[in-house]
């Protein structure tokens, strides 16, 4: 491992990892790049394929399933099986914990496919993981090895299939993305190095759920949008109703991005072990802040496999403003 190589657009993913990380979390990390290069396959041939809709089940966390959440799923589970590596797994999808490789070292926590619901729409979508290392003896992973805080996380990342299908990911040596090649399904260094901006313009929000939010969310938005030249206020609210396309937006240009408590979900709808811990993993290597309006999110000690939380995530001036409002 050459933490020092140089880094040049265009490289591949696998050189990239073989000079930057150690082999086995490199067997993982392409064993899902590969499951990822199948999905973005599938989602951009499920108008023309049986895939696109509903399955008449609801998920653990009562969501209508989609076709393509479950078939994610598996082709997720099937690549990380064989890598060898991956000991434990965690998905949205799935009821309970899955022993993959019982000899395996990591222990991953994911969701297929976030922002599902756009899928009908050809909205962006994508997946997002978080690794950590197991903490039981081999054989069957145990809750333990998932409830670890984001502090423990080997390498975090998420795949948006969009305009472009990137890979974009940190292993604790800042945040790095790569596009995958339609000609030659690799993955090659396009955003090397990122760094978020300090300050931004963006606000991402739900408003259509402002009259849900408490008084601190809702004078956040107003200060969003008053008119003061000096901050460069009014802000702009884009929302597209997935978080990995609506964290990719910012993180490149600025932003937060806030799924707070409300009334009917107190503890937040987001999950903290593959949404939450793995995107306050990402921001925070590339320089912004991520909290649940308390402390931060890397901090928080799971309790529960699907445990909910708030977040406010994104550039680090805007987070701050908004803290400010929930201390007032």
């Known amino acids: 491992m050459n933490a020092a190589a140089e880094l040049k657009s265009g490289m591949k993913l696998e050189d990239f990892l073989r000079d930057h990380t150690t082999t086995d979390l490199s067997k993982l990390l392409l064993s899902l790049a590969a499951a990822c290069t199948s999905i973005a396959r599938m989602i951009n041939n499920a108008g023309i394929s049986d895939i696109l809709g509903v399955t008449g089940t609801t998920n653990v966390q009562g969501e209508h399933q989609q076709k393509l959440d479950d078939i994610s799923n598996q082709v997720l589970m099937d690549y990380l099986q064989q890598s060898g590596v991956c000991a434990g797994y965690l998905s949205e999808e799935n009821d309970d914990i899955v022993t993959l490789s019982p000899d395996g070292k990591f222990i991953l926590s994911i969701d297929p496919l976030d922002g599902s619901s756009n899928i009908d729409v050809v909205a962006p979508i994508g997946t997002i993981f978080n690794v950590v290392e197991r903490l039981s003896k081999p054989g069957e992973v145990t809750n333990e090895d998932f409830l670890q805080v984001g502090d423990a996380t080997k390498a975090a990342g998420y795949v948006i299939y969009g305009s472009s299908t990137i890979l974009l990911f940190s292993t604790g040596n800042g945040v790095h993305g790569f596009t995958l090649n339609t000609e030659d399904s690799e993955y090659y260094l396009s ?11 963006i606000y991402s929000i739900n408003q259509g759920n402002a009259c849900k ?24 609210l884009r929302y597209i109703g997935s978080m990995v396309a609506d964290l990719h937006r910012n993180l490149l240009k600025g ?13 937040g709808k987001l999950r903290l072990l593959y949404e939450c811990i793995p995107m306050g993993y990402l921001v925070e290597q590339a320089g912004g802040k991520a909290t649940d309006g308390y402390g931060r999110i890397l901090e928080i000690q799971p309790t529960e496999v699907h445990e909910r939380t708030p977040i406010y995530i994104g550039s680090t001036a805007m987070v701050n403003k908004a803290l400010e409002f929930i201390k007032d």
């Not at 955003?191 to 313009?201: F, L, M, S, Y």
């Not at 937060?256 to 009334?263: H, Q």
């Open 191 to 201: 955003h090397p190095n990122i760094t978020t901006p300090a300050e931004g313009k």
């Open 213 to 236: 939010f408490g008084e601190e969310v809702q004078g956040f938005l107003n200060y969003c949008g008053e008119n003061d030249k000096a901050t460069s206020r009014p802000y702009s």
């Open 255 to 267: 932003g937060i991005f806030i799924y707070p408590a409300t009334e009917s979900e107190p503890k």
